[in-house]
């Protein structure tokens, strides 16, 4: 396993599961394998609306809460609420979040940042991320937080590696988490023929040398799967390293195209999106 450092000290792992779409009972399974087969990265959020089942699959896992490094996010509803953090750290089955995002970029997110500052001098929780942030308010966050953010989770992979954003995050040290790591069910990418000729020389899957290059890129990854081999496939890529060559062409397939582009309307609705119970 490698670990980050993230600019507030703390050390994250840089790569382990996130439970995005996954049922309550199919997120409780695959955060158990995954925590069994040696991944202490768990990543969910409450939008994804399985909160409590992660934190079954912790307890039922058997690997001591300090091991692991739990991630999760608030949802745009929930930022001004005082008990936001209370209530998430219930469902969790937790009294810490190692990181916590805010998940979208609306209206009210400084109140929802600030909420977060006040759990982290609290000790309730340890590193404060923003999810899906554009630019322009990541960098009002760094500017005018009283807390600077530790990572910005976003969409990131060959096709769109986000190197105009990571010249503003070397700025400040802060980190990186790429969600779509492989891609968004497009098999275009994950077939792309260098990834075939590497699979072939590291005897590795095409998947697994796409998320070496994000290890290599330093970028923390986070594939989902509720299938356990899949599990312990998309974790078993630190044995073995791409030359700087390898790195070069890879860096070639770059289309500078996102697969995802959140609109001012989608934006809007999730402003006002009502989470269901999470059971």
Partial sequence: M????????????MAGIGVFMLTPEQAESAVESALRSGVRLIDTANGYMNESA???????????????FLVTKLWPTVYEKETAVE?????????????LFLHQ?????????????????????????????????LKEAIETMEIKPQVVQVEAHPYFPQTELK??????N???????????GDKSL???????????????SN???????????????????????????????????????????IAKINKGVRYYNATPEQIAMYAKMELKPDI
């Fill in 2 to 13: 490698k670990f980050t450092t993230l600019n507030n000290g703390l050390k994250m792992p």
């Fill in 54 to 68: 992660t934190g079954r699959g912790i307890k039922k896992s058997g690997v001591p809460r300090e091991e692991i």
């Fill in 87 to 99: 209530e998430t750290l219930a469902r969790l089955g937790t009294d810490y979040i190692d990181l």
């Fill in 105 to 137: 970029p609306t209206d009210n997110w400084r109140e929802g940042y600030k909420n977060i500052e006040k759990a982290v001098k609290a000790g309730k929780v340890k590193a404060i991320g923003l999810s899906n942030f554009p630019e322009e308010l």
């Fill in 167 to 172: 010249k503003i995050l070397a700025e400040t």
């Fill in 174 to 184: 802060m980190g990186l988490m790429a969600w779509y790591p492989l891609g968004h």
């Fill in 190 to 204: 994950i077939n792309e023929p260098i990834f075939g000729e590497l699979a072939n020389k590291y005897n590795k």
């Fill in 207 to 249: 998947a697994q040398i796409i998320l070496r290059w994000h290890i290599q890129s330093g970028n923390i990854v986070i594939p989902g799967s509720k299938n356990p081999d899949h599990i312990r496939d998309n974790f078993d890529v630190f044995d073995f390293e791409l030359t700087a060559d390898e790195m070069a062409e």
